[in-house]
């Protein structure tokens, strides 16, 4: 019969946190196809930076109609992922749309989770301001660790994209809110602790209004705050194609290529703790887009 102390002890050790690896959160540019670009000639190279990332939740930004049509996103679902674009009818009406949609209106912004690891609860998609730009919005869902039980939310989006001083910065100011007016009413039916994460191309640097904003309701940038940070800009500049029809590209100027000129970031709130910041500079990443992919690890274990 077991005493009483292995008792207690069995006791305590059911009562313990599961633990669990630790989640790992990109947020990647893959550089549309809006400038002669073509998505046959970098296809290829997304999938494996994505593949190779090994990440659990992910979230693209510039995903045109013929990202959509390629086999990248075939091969990603073989691979195990899930891809959340969100109701966008639903997000068309709330944004008051009364045309009829067209490519266009496609969500830019997608979300992908592993389904072995994570549970699907909740989603959507809201665009920010469909008379300015049609491709900048928010992709949110609402997961749950189905090792751990643990729930949390992810959010991918692009942020205005014009730097003309205030206005551009009051845009963006007003894209930060917008998100943070979702992780409200998420909370509302969800729980009101449950932990966010938040990754994207915010077109602005940390110092800037729209992320002091994010900071003031309770956001933490990883690239501050993780235990390992990486010391690269997340924004590298347009690949430029070769003679022999391959894209080439390559960081920075020692003195630009600093984390302060980021424009790509990965936030998180309460509950959560950033252990690994990673700006990916392997020259795949570097040869298929403008910007460098952003790779935060967390742990869950909140």
């Not at 893959?30 to 670009?37: A, R, T, V």
């Not at 932990?195 to 992320?211: E, F, K, W, Y």
């Not at 430029?240 to 424009?263: N, T």
């Amino acid at each position: 019969m077991m005493n009483r102390i292995a008792f207690a002890v069995a006791v305590a050790a059911l009562s313990l946190p599961v633990k669990s690896e630790p989640l790992r959160f990109l947020t990647f540019n893959i550089w549309g196809d809006y400038f002669n670009n073509p998505v046959a000639e970098r296809e290829a190279g997304v999938e494996a930076t994505i593949l190779n990332s090994r990440a659990d939740v992910i979230a693209l930004q510039e995903v045109t109609p013929n990202w959509y049509k390629s086999q990248m996103f075939l091969n990603l679902e073989k691979a195990g992922y899930a891809v959340v674009r969100g109701d966008e009818s639903a997000a068309l009406r709330r944004a008051a749309f009364t045309g009829k949609p067209t490519d266009e209106h496609i969500n830019h912004e997608p979300l992908l989770y592993s389904k072995d690891r994570l549970k699907l609860l909740d989603s959507g998609t809201d665009f920010f301001h469909l008379k300015l730009q049609t491709s900048k919005s928010v992709t949110w869902l609402v997961l749950e660790d189905r090792k751990t039980g643990r729930r949390f939310a992810a959010f991918g989006t692009h942020f205005w994209w014009q730097h003309n001083g205030k206005e551009s910065n009051a845009i963006r100011e007003l894209n930060a809110r917008h998100i943070l007016w979702i992780l409200a009413d998420i909370r509302r039916k969800w729980g009101e602790n449950l932990p966010a994460i938040l990754g994207g191309d915010l077109n602005s640097r940390v110092t800037s209004s729209d992320h002091a904003m994010l900071r003031s309701k309770g956001f933490e940038n990883a690239a501050s705050h993780a235990e390992i940070r990486s010391p690269h800009c997340s924004h590298h500049g347009n690949p430029v194609r070769g003679k022999d029809g391959k894209w080439r590209g390559s960081l920075q100027s020692p003195e630009r290529d600093k984390a302060k000129y980021s424009i790509d970031h990965i936030y998180y709130t309460k509950g959560i703790r950033a252990l690994r910041h990673e700006i990916v500079t392997d020259q795949i990443a570097l040869d298929v887009s403008d910007h460098s992919p952003v790779l935060v690890e967390f742990d869950l274990t909140f």
